[in-house]
């Protein structure tokens, strides 16, 4: 059960009153649709906007090279190194 407050219903109301919707249902499918497609949008702008800061990281000389940047996390997480000759494994 959804509790609204009187005026969120009288807003669900108006909207049925007006033929926007056919129920209150439909009010209520169309608004957590919207929430969702405003959480996608915030999600994108926010990887956006982290690919746009790892690029200007790069360009500002603030990264690594991959292999330097796994070995340091494969430290601060206490994993082995990986070895250094590849032709061992498939």
């Given at each position: 059960m959804i509790e609204l407050t009187p005026a969120q219903q009288a807003f669900v109301e108006s909207q049925v009153a007006r033929g926007f919707y056919h129920d209150p249902s439909e009010v209520v499918q169309a608004g957590i649709e919207l929430l969702s497609q405003q959480a996608e949008q915030r999600e994108y702008d926010e990887t956006v906007a982290s690919v746009k800061r790892g690029i200007e990281d790069h360009e500002a000389g603030r990264s690594l090279p991959v292999a330097e940047a796994f070995a340091l996390i494969r430290h601060e997480l206490g994993m082995?190194?990986?070895?250094?000759?590849?032709?061992?494994?498939?």
């Open positions: 082995p190194e990986e070895p250094t000759d590849r032709s061992t494994k498939p």
